[in-house]
């Protein structure tokens, strides 16, 4: 057969342009119905605020896809004979193209007639003018497309007629604020189990660790040396009470507090259960109050089994109750805002497992994650009342230490067999002769008598005016000419003056967080206010 290369080769080449064509044109009516059907979709929740999640940003991505989908179904592969029969249509040849591809079936004499035309005629034909690319119309209409759902997309108002939007928006706030709780109470117990804490009835290593350096120093005190031990013992002293300041100010103001005012207007707590949780975390224990936060884990388990709706209604109000109180409890009785906070923390987790963004499955097991973080934030409470105790305790003895030392001094040797605060508080009392014996008599255990007064000697006395400034109270007598004053008014002012100062003493020594060690002293001053002189009868 003749050569067909001239021919053959503008088929085929007319053929791969046809190709990309037709792929070009699909492109172009996959992107225009995909931009369509989601611009309408988006349209329709703008002005429903229905489908409202469905178009973030990043969703513009699904017209990329939808038009490669689209595009690749409605393509198909042109064949030669249409190739051929394009250019036939193009050039006016009369099928002349078109029968050179069915050359190979047909049978006559007639062939190299068709072959010798076509590749004259292939010469002079150049595929471009058979097909064009016309993209410049398309692209334009793309570009503009998109602008416009840009447009859309970012300055469009959000219209909420059946209030779906809102009902969204709070659902959202409630998923991002339970995911915020769950990171908070993971932050909080790594940051709680990573603290310095005793273990058991015992107090905190730091606590322990001051207490065992003073009772080095006990042992180690000399006789003959009373300005040095006293050193030594004020230092100990400065410590100890700047440690019990730290905790009664940062853990246990709140707590000292409420139990103070109890105390001074003889109040009492809600209920019996508050009361017996103040007075046993006053002591460094947890019992009751942790066995409430026991129940309340076997409660929540309970609840996620629950299928009843009466039943798990019932339920869950009664959880909501008890946390409530307890949440109360903490914020108002013991100023913890930790434990408050992981209390309410846990109510607010189980609300959750109503909300349609998170499982009840996951949002029950958070709250009693919860509870669990609200024990530990209970047991640092008690630990800090454990710590005070000691420090309280250690701060009395010291007290004692410094009474003997500048009576007699101190003999550490004496102090080998001494291994508790205890022991060296019976050492001390038996140096200061607490245990009856001789004395001045009056008040105390001493064996009575009187002492004589040596006036004799020039003692150094200067009278002089104080300086310090009077701010509390007020004038109870002035006169400008001689008389006597109404006796019974003024004692009446006294005395209620002397109550109201009595009043705030308490509180002062909370609020100044006072050292227990001072707290006698402070009390007996205020108590001997109310002493007054014993009238005497005029003489006639």
Not at 274 to 303: A, C, F, V
Not at 329 to 352: D, H, P, V
Not at 404 to 433: F, H, I, R, V, W
């Amino acid at each position: 057969m003749e050569q067909m290369d001239k021919s053959n080769h503008l088929i085929q080449h007319v053929q791969h342009r046809l190709a990309i064509a037709i792929w070009g044109r699909n492109l172009f009516v996959a992107f225009v119905c995909s931009l369509a059907v989601y611009s309408a979709v988006l349209l329709y929740s703008r002005f429903s605020g229905y489908l409202r999640d469905w178009f973030p940003q990043e969703s513009v991505g699904v017209i990329l896809v939808g038009t490669l989908l689209l595009a690749c179904l409605l393509y198909r592969k042109p064949s030669k004979e249409q190739a051929a029969r394009l250019i036939d249509q193009s050039q006016g040849t009369k099928d002349l193209f078109l029968t050179m591809t069915m050359l190979d079936s047909a049978v006559g004499n007639y062939k190299p007639l068709v072959v010798n035309d076509a590749e004259k005629k292939a010469e002079k034909i150049k595929p471009a003018h058979i097909v064009s690319f016309e993209w410049g119309k398309r692209l334009a209409v793309s570009c503009a497309g998109v602008a416009g759902l840009f447009l859309v997309l970012q300055y469009a108002p959000q219209f909420d007629p059946f209030g779906k939007v809102e009902a969204a928006e709070i659902e959202k706030e409630k998923t991002k604020d339970f995911e915020s709780s769950k990171k908070a109470t993971k932050a909080r117990m790594a940051d709680l189990k990573n603290k310095d804490t005793g273990e058991g009835d015992e107090e905190s290593k730091d606590v322990k660790m001051a207490v065992e350096n003073l009772k080095s120093d006990f042992r180690k005190m000399t006789p003959g040396k009373k300005q040095q031990n006293s050193k030594t013992l004020a230092g100990h002293q400065k410590s100890l009470g700047g440690k019990w300041r730290k905790i009664a100010e940062e853990k246990m103001k709140g707590l000292m507090m409420k139990t103070d005012q109890a105390q001074k207007f003889g109040g009492m707590s809600k209920n019996e259960g508050m009361k017996k949780w103040n007075k046993e975390l006053q002591e460094g224990s947890t019992q009751s109050l942790t066995k409430e936060m026991d129940e309340l884990k076997e409660q929540l388990q309970q609840l996620m089994k629950e299928k009843d709706p009466v039943k798990r209604e019932q339920l869950k109000n009664e959880i909501q109750k008890k946390l409530k109180e307890m949440e109360s409890f903490a914020r108002e009785q013991t100023n913890s805002k930790a434990m408050a906070a992981s209390l309410k923390r846990a109510m607010k987790q189980m609300q959750m497992a109503q909300s349609k963004g998170v499982s009840p499955e996951e949002a029950l097991k958070e709250a009693m994650q919860s509870m669990d973080l609200a024990k530990m934030e209970l047991k640092e409470i008690a630990q800090s009342a454990k710590d005070m105790k000691k420090l309280e305790e250690a701060l009395s003895v010291l007290q004692q230490a410094k009474k003997a030392n500048d009576k007699s001094g101190l003999d550490g040797e004496a102090c080998e067999n001494c291994m508790t605060l205890e022991d060296y508080q019976e050492l001390y009392a038996e140096l200061m002769g607490e245990n009856p014996g001789e004395g001045t008599g009056g008040e105390g255990q001493g064996g009575g008598g009187k002492v004589d007064e040596d006036d004799t000697g020039d003692k150094g006395f200067k009278t002089e005016k104080s300086k310090s400034a009077i701010t509390a109270g007020k004038v109870l007598l002035s006169f400008k000419s001689k008389g006597l004053s109404d006796r019974g008014e003024a004692k009446k002012s006294y005395n209620k003056l002397v109550t109201d100062l009595k009043q705030g003493m308490s509180e002062a020594i909370i609020q100044e967080q006072i050292p227990p060690g001072y707290h006698e002293g402070i009390k007996k001053y205020f108590n001997s206010l109310e002493k007054q002189p014993k009238e005497t009868t005029p003489k006639k």
